[in-house]
């Protein structure tokens, strides 16, 4: 059928022959329309089905509700609006009729990206992945930065979870913080699968109810630091969070805001097997993306974990057959004088150090950091060697430890990197106490290295193309931990770029079933990879990722399928072939 333009309607087809059919399908400049004549009333709307695109000719009409047969989704003809918000408002054309000529006005929608915003939150709201990932798609076409999808995420995850920040939150910030090292076409699927945990993590939770900060004139950051530290000491979570958010809104910088968390989350021992500060260091990464506007609605969502985490003075791991607990409290008395007698010169300690950590028994490592302190070593630099350590578990992790267990290493590491991303933006005597946690965490690790696994060495004559284009198909398949660690190795030793392995493994990594725990593994080890660029450690964190990311692939990839379908029907393609 040719369509005639008629200022910016078409004509689509003959009023008389639409009400003998009772439906039509036309194909106008790129639309596939259906034409309905209901009573005395003739409707246009877009052929596909606004959720996963069904051609809705197919479907049936019934007291002016038109229903999709493939989900059931159900849509009300007059003005498109669906009563299943699983789907989206079905798109309509207006009409008007002229004789015996139906034309159909195919003017755009107005501000598209407006309705996919609401739309998102409609994901977020109701847990529906795939309005996520199309609200995703969209607005990312919007905002390339990807800042504003991010922004709406964490803002609902804050308010939402009763429980504070958690999972949800945290997946959302690696994998923003991953976006920009991804090539382009993975960074829509990076930002989907965070924004899908958090409305998992939120759905069926109470709301959080945030409390308003001291009325009037508050006291300084110090007192209000001291008071925040005293309530999660006696695990007042609602106290501390009254205290945290009138420091915020009484000027604290996001300095005295870093160190009042920091503190609070190293006054106990490794605080939730090493979630809860990595939370803290995930949460100001976050305003540091969103802004520190938003610091009371987020920083008031750490308390309830910080109060009720469990602490490792209560484990018998770090109690027997060797008192960790008692051990630190003593190491921590001499840490004041270690870091005041300091030495000015350059510290070299580094590669004993990591030795050490790794090696040595619990009273050789303590004092082994004290000295490192008194030689000269930064706090940063401390830190560095300890995150170093606990990557080294990992990349020499042997597949004959239990499934479980490589979790247990992975903590180590992700605590000992949020550690040192803390001293980064603000040391303090205090969180310095987090790098003696992370290293005694390293050494309890210590029996998940026997046997260790060797480190692979690169491949003679390797060709970096060639190997980055055999990672998809062998992490098809499961248990190819030595086989990514040697592919990841002589990539990197053949020359290959950095930040083409680290977009692969992202790209794999959003390819499988969310794991929390490898979202963590790959998002610290990309970190960790750039802070060492230049030294010889720097590949060591991408072979360790490698090893981990193939540990826990090939997954089902029900989430990429969900995601693909979403991006199949933005770009316009068929997903149901009429055979018709």
Not at 95 to 112: A, F, H, K, Q
Request: charged share 25%.
């Amino acid at each position: 059928m040719t369509a005639v333009a008629s200022d910016r309607r078409v004509r689509a087809a003959s009023l008389a022959e639409l009400r003998a059919g009772g439906r039509q399908v036309v194909h106008l400049d790129g639309h596939v329309v259906c034409l309905f004549a209901e009573g005395e009333e003739v409707f246009a709307v877009d052929n596909r089905c606004p959720h996963m695109g069904f051609p809705l000719h197919r479907g049936s009409v019934c007291d002016g509700i038109l229903t999709c047969h493939w989900h059931h989704a159900r849509f009300d003809l007059a003005t498109g609006g669906t009563f299943d918000q699983f789907a989206d408002e079905l798109r309509r054309f207006p009409v008007s009729v002229e004789g015996d000529d139906v034309l159909v006005d195919l003017s755009p929608p107005n501000d598209p990206a407006a309705h996919q915003r609401k739309r998102l939150q409609d994901g977020l709201e109701r847990d529906i992945p795939l309005v996520l990932a199309k609200a995703a798609i969209a607005l990312l076409e919007a905002d390339p930065s990807g800042a504003e999808i991010f922004r709406a995420g964490l803002e609902f995850g804050v308010a939402r979870r009763g429980g504070g920040w958690f999972r949800g939150l945290t997946t959302l910030t690696c994998f923003m913080n991953l976006t920009p090292r991804l090539d382009a076409p993975e960074r829509a699927a990076a930002l989907y699968q965070g924004l899908a945990d958090v409305a998992m993590d939120s759905a069926g939770d109470v709301p959080r109810f945030p409390l308003e900060p001291l009325p009037g004139r508050v006291p300084g950051p110090a007192r209000l630091a001291a008071w925040f530290r005293r309530f999660v000491e006696v695990r007042d979570a609602e106290g501390a969070e009254r205290a945290l958010v009138s420091a915020v809104r009484g000027g604290a910088t996001p300095a005295e805001l870093a160190d009042m968390l920091f503190a609070a989350a190293t006054d106990h021992r490794y605080l939730d097997g090493g979630h809860t500060l990595d939370f803290v260091n995930k949460a100001l990464e976050a305003l540091d993306t969103a802004g520190w506007e938003h610091a009371e609605a987020v920083l008031g969502s750490l308390p309830a974990q910080l109060a009720g985490a469990e602490r490792m003075e209560e484990s018998n791991a770090w109690r027997n057959p060797v008192d960790l607990v008692r051990l630190l409290e003593a190491t921590f008395g001499e840490l004041p004088a270690a870091l005041e007698s300091r030495s000015s010169h350059r510290w070299d300690g580094r590669a004993t150090l990591v030795g050490t950590v790794l090696d040595a028994e619990a009273d050789e490592i303590a004092g082994a950091l004290l000295s490192a302190l008194r030689d000269g070593a930064t706090e940063v630099e401390l830190a560095s060697a300890v995150t170093y350590a606990a990557a080294r578990r990992i990349a020499r992790f042997p597949t004959s430890n239990e499934f479980g267990d490589w979790d247990t290493a992975l903590h180590t590491f992700t605590f000992a990197n949020a550690v040192e991303q803390g001293l980064r933006r603000s040391p303090s005597p205090e969180l310095v106490r987090g790098v003696f946690d992370a290293a005694m965490s390293v050494h309890l690790d210590r029996f998940l290295n026997v046997p260790a696994r060797r480190l692979p060495n690169p491949e003679p004559g390797a060709d970096p193309d060639a190997l980055l284009a055999e990672l998809p198909a062998l992490l098809d398949r499961q248990q190819q931990v030595d086989e990514a660690r040697q592919l990841a190795a002589s990539f990197l030793g053949a020359g290959g770029d950095p930040q083409r392995l680290v977009a692969a493994l992202g790209a794999a990594l959003v390819r499988e079933d969310r794991n929390f725990h490898t979202i963590q593994c790959v998002e610290a080890a990309a970190r960790q990879h750039e802070l060492l660029s230049g030294t010889d450690d720097a590949a060591l964190p991408l072979v360790a990722a490698a090893g981990y990311l193939a540990a826990h692939a090939t997954t089902n990839r029900s989430q990429r399928q969900t995601f693909e379908i979403a991006r199949r029907l933005h770009r316009g393609e068929q997903l149901y072939e009429d055979v018709d």
